[in-house]
């Protein structure tokens, strides 16, 4: 249900929105003065913050859920290109990253993708699988949002948004002051996200109260985000602005393959989203860029031809690629011309051509947060807080981050469960 000064969340007729009639306060909700008490607060109205109200919700908690923005999960909508890639068939613990890499086990058992794919079946929501697991929308990303605010409904959930929320504080169970009004519950749940994307409202607010009761936190950087390069890749990487190849990108033990995308500060597209969670500061990277075909076979049977070396690429590759990647690395000439350790030395720069990012995009083109809450001060099945009882933490502000293709809202949807099931 939505009072007060929350703005208007239902869409149009037609869906399960409409039958929103709950008196306000519902639920067990009573209004005390000017401060309304509750049993589950949630900050935060994106995926894990609504999937963690409605789980509340259905075991008849009353939950109110705060949004500093003017309208609920944000980062949904202009997810997958505005169609939500919203979960991934193959998601288990290994496609994600933290310092305790068995943290997520629990909360992706109990609420694998099989659960959330039929809760959007359940709301006749048609999607397809593009590809590697990844499902999207048919139509538009609005329609989870709607289906989570269907859901809420439902539940009984209140939502409130525009509400900036001035301090958090322990008393019994805890008490919030906002720009709405003064709050308290029980149990409180932090769903406010990272800091990537910040125009979208991203800030730091959930990292300062989780400082404010003690929390540890990993490092932040930013996640699945282009990579930027120095002076001496620029004048290529212009040059190729636009231009994606199929590549294996490798990092340290990690190794990706999909396309990579040349834009004019460096490299970007999805095998490089993928390595920026490995990558760190002062490492290279390595790209094979015929991952699919051996060059030192294509090269050494062409050996005795008079065929160009950028016209024999030029069969594997983009001519606008290989014809710039030539002129920098190796200057196309007849293939007679080559001696065989020149051949050799060419086809090993196409398999391991070797790179040196001098960093990222930033927060502001990056698509999720590394680091954050440590897992170390939580409980993995439920998210919350070991000394802060009451208190949970769950989504992106966990050192908790996924691989590119849906598996973050996997987190989100999973450990929203865990944490809606005790909240």
């Known amino acids: ?139 538009s990303s609005r329609e989870i949002v709607t289906m989570l605010l269907a859901e809420c409904a439902a539940a009984g959930v209140e939502i409130r948004l525009d509400c900036e929320i001035s301090s958090v504080a322990q008393s019994g169970g805890f008490c919030l002051e906002t720009n709405v009004g003064t709050f308290e519950s029980q149990s409180l749940v932090v769903a406010t996200g990272g800091l990537s994307i910040p125009q979208i409202g991203a800030t730091g607010f959930g990292y300062r109260v989780a400082e404010q009761f003690g929390m540890k936190r990993v490092s932040l950087r930013p996640g699945l985000v282009s990579l930027t390069f120095g002076h001496d890749e620029k004048a ?90 030539c002129a920098a690395y190796a200057p196309s000439q007849p293939m007679n011309r080559y001696s065989r350790r020149q051949i050799d030395e060419i086809a090993h720069r196409l398999h391991a051509w070797e790179l040196q990012p001098t960093g990222t995009a930033g927060f502001g083109k990056a698509e999720v947060t590394l680091g954050g809450v440590d897992t170390n001060s939580l409980h993995s099945k439920t998210l919350e807080a070991r000394r802060v009882p009451g208190l949970f933490f769950i989504g992106e502000i966990v050192d908790v981050t996924g691989w590119l293709g849906g598996y973050n809202f996997q987190w989100a949807w999973a450990s929203g469960f865990a944490a809606g099931q005790v909240a």
């Not at 049993?39 to 859920?65: K, N, P, T, Y």
Request: glycine content about 10%; some cysteine.
């Open 1 to 139: 249900m939505v009072t007060g000064h929350a703005r208007a969340l239902i869409p149009a007729s037609g869906d399960r929105l409409s039958e929103r009639t709950q008196a306000p306060f519902a639920h067990g909700v009573e209004p005390i003065g000017k401060q309304l008490t509750y049993d589950v607060a949630v900050l935060g109205a994106g995926a894990a913050g609504l999937m963690c109200a409605i789980e509340a919700g259905r075991r008849g908690r009353s939950v109110l859920v705060l949004e500093r923005n003017d309208q609920v999960g944000r980062k949904i909508l202009i997810s997958g290109g505005g169609r939500c890639n919203f979960t991934n068939v193959h998601a288990g613990p290994e496609n994600f990253f933290s310092q305790n890499p068995d943290f997520c086990r629990s909360a992706l058992a109990a609420y694998p993708p099989a659960r959330f794919i039929a809760l959007v079946e359940e709301h006749h929501i048609p999607y397809h699988e593009k590809k590697l697991g990844q499902l999207f929308c048919n139509g």
């Open 236 to 325: 290529l990487f212009e040059s190729l602005s636009g231009v994606a190849v199929e590549a294996t990108v490798a990092c340290g033990k990690s190794r990706f393959t999909e396309n990579i995308l040349f834009t004019h500060r460096g490299l970007s597209g999805p095998a490089i989203l993928q390595i920026s969670n490995v990558w760190r500061e002062g490492e290279a990277i390595t790209v094979d860029l015929f991952p699919r075909v051996s060059m030192l076979e294509v090269l050494r049977a062409a050996h005795a031809q008079p065929r160009e070396l950028s016209s024999v690429l030029s069969d594997h590759a983009p001519r606008r690629f290989v014809q710039a990647w």
